[in-house]
């Protein structure tokens, strides 16, 4: 069933992968450097919530549903899972009172629920007629089989779980027009009270957490005991939490009839056992039962992500009868049935060929098997298991660490090396830790004969020191035996190193020196050109007035005779 129950907060993914590497069942997709649980896959055992360093991923929370439905005026009854002792640290009388406060018109155990559930196991193994029988509160189990081994499904005990097995017998005591909310420890009851194939009588699923915080929301304190507390007939129900408390309820005189006791608990040993159930033909008679959370509900995902002591917290359990169980609830009076359906709920993924994962390994550069490295870096065990997950738009090409440093190393060396510009890095004492080829070239020195040593062997610069004094960038040309040179220095405090960059520009200023050279030239031409313009104009000027005064002479005399002519 799918149903989204663990949400993200995009902003605070740091694609570190660590959620990916601790999903049991790899039920994450990562794109566009996000993180995204695959609800159809996810059995909501809440370790990437648990596990996530940035607390990017969030349970949503239903207790706003409950409040709009009291707050409107309708009945809502509370089923409380036997784990509440060991979060809360109080007893039921005083969780009661607490809860009806709320405005909860029912609080009861959910142990009730659980002895119907012991009871309807018994007869399955009274009946002998099952080859294994897998038996359960746990919805992850259930998920677990139905979205991952679906061949199981036969070996999965066909009755409803505690919480909806109470849940029927509240609707049949105190009408069907009641809402039930169940309350825990475990967040995969979300997903157990939204699956219809579960029963359908659940409402909504809250957390211990959750009510922790409604409850300081209002004020409420464990100040007073409920004194109409309803109490259970079976108190050895109460002990479902733990390991074994499953089979604590039920009488070992029903196992003679072949079926052998297996408890398992925690998600790797429950698929391990699977694993050999599917394919181990003599793993028979066998009657399991089987808890995702290593430790039971009592190290379900909120109580670990409370750091609630799961050891310790068993110790609060007991199967001895308390006071306020001289009045039982009416539902813990009643016997009936209760029947619960499976499916096969295996998502629909594709299945690459050996030549399309050897495709997707080649282009992060794993030719061979000596190529796949198997780090885990990006969150998967194998290098191959990464290429399926990328065939099946899960993962992303780049998640692959080690390739993609190496390849970020390679492009920086490459630039490095084939810089036209020197580059030399020195640490904090102004020793020198690495310089390029340009730089060898440049200062004529050898780079193993270098390292270590102090600039001032090779390299007469104070700037350095105005470098970190200041914190500035220190710019100025420079002259490197007969070459020029544009200088950078600069100090990186928070890596306590140095940076000096040298811009060969003899040949710019040697064109600087000829433009200088060709303008002095190009003005000194200029300057006699037009001296010696003025020379010539001098002496144009000169004839020119001495002609006028010869013509002025001739003209005057020529005027003279041709008057003495006309008299």
């Known amino acids: 069933m799918s149903i989204s129950v663990i949400e993200l907060n995009k902003g605070d993914c ?25 609800p159809e896959e996810c059995i909501l055992c809440g370790t990437c919530v648990e596990t996530c360093p940035q607390n990017a991923k969030f349970i949503k929370s239903d207790s706003y549903k409950i409040r709009a439905m009291i707050e409107a005026g309708k ?40 002895y119907e559930t012991s009871k309807e196991y018994a007869k399955l193994i009274e009946e002998g007629q099952m080859k294994n029988i897998i038996v359960t509160a746990c919805s992850s189990v259930v998920m677990l089989v139905e979205e991952h081994y679906p061949d199981l499904i036969p070996y999965l005990a066909p009755v409803s779980s505690p919480m909806m097995a109470h849940a029927r017998l509240m609707k049949q005591t105190y009408g069907d027009d009641i809402h039930i909310a169940f309350i825990g420890p475990c967040i995969a009851k979300k997903a157990e009270a939204a699956d219809v194939l579960a029963g359908g009588f659940v409402d909504n699923a809250l957390t211990f957490s959750g009510v922790e915080e409604w409850m300081n929301d209002l004020g409420l304190s464990f100040d007073e005991d409920d004194p109409e507390a309803a109490g259970v007939c079976h108190p050895v129900a109460r002990l479902y939490p733990k390991p074994f408390g499953i089979l604590d309820t039920i009488d070992d005189n029903h196992f003679q009839k072949g079926y052998q006791k297996v408890s398992v608990d925690g998600t790797e040993d429950c698929i391990r056992l699977f694993e050999a159930m599917r394919h181990d033909e003599s793993v028979k008679g066998l009657f399991v039962e089987a808890n995702i959370c290593k430790g039971g509900c009592l190290n379900g995902p909120v109580m670990r992500m409370h750091h609630r002591d799961s050891y310790m917290s068993q110790f609060k359990l007991s199967p001895q009868a308390k006071s306020y169980d001289q009045h039982p609830a009416l539902t813990a009076q009643k016997d009936i049935e209760h029947p619960r359906s499976f499916a096969n709920r295996v998502p629909n993924k594709a299945i690459p060929t050996e030549e399309d994962i050897r495709q997707i390994l080649a282009q992060i550069g794993k030719h061979s098997k000596a190529d796949e490295l198997n780090c885990g870096g990006c969150g998967y065990s194998s290098c191959r298991e990464k290429a399926i997950a990328v065939f099946q738009g899960k993962a992303d090409i780049h998640m692959c660490l080690p390739y993609f440093r190496q390849q970020a190393e390679n492009m920086s060396n490459t630039v490095i090396e084939h810089s036209p510009n020197a580059i030399l890095v020195l640490d904090q004492e102004q020793r020198l830790l690495d310089l390029n080829p340009t730089a060898e070239e440049m200062l004529q020195i050898h780079k193993p004969d270098c390292l270590g040593v102090y600039p001032e062997q090779f390299y007469g610069e104070t700037d350095f020191d105005d470098a970190m004094a200041t914190g500035e960038v220190m710019n100025k040309k ?90």
Do not use: W
Request: some cysteine; proline content about 2%; hydrophobic content about 40%.
């Open 14 to 38: 740091q694609n570190c992968y660590k959620c990916i590497r601790n999903c049991p069942i790899k039920a994450i997709e990562f794109k566009n450097s996000r993180a995204k649980v695959l």
């Open 75 to 114: 009945k809502v009854y509370a089923t409380v899972a036997p784990s509440f002792s060991a979060y809360f640290g109080v007893d039921f009388p005083k969780l009661s009172a607490v809860l009806k406060k709320m405005g909860f018109a029912g609080v009861e155990e959910t142990a009730i629920g659980a």
């Open 478 to 567: 420079v002259t490197i035996g007969d070459r020029f040179a544009e200088q950078t220095i600069l100090y990186i405090k928070e890596h306590h190193m140095f940076l000096a960059f040298l811009k060969d520009v003899t040949e710019e200023e040697a064109r600087k020196q000829e433009i200088s050279d060709m303008r002095e030239h190009t003005v000194h031409t200029a300057q006699k050109v037009i001296e010696k313009q003025m020379m010539v104009a001098q002496e144009i000027a000169s004839l020119l007035g001495e002609t006028t005064a010869e013509t002025k002479v001739a003209l005057t005399k020529l005027k003279k005779s041709m008057e003495e002519i006309n008299e």
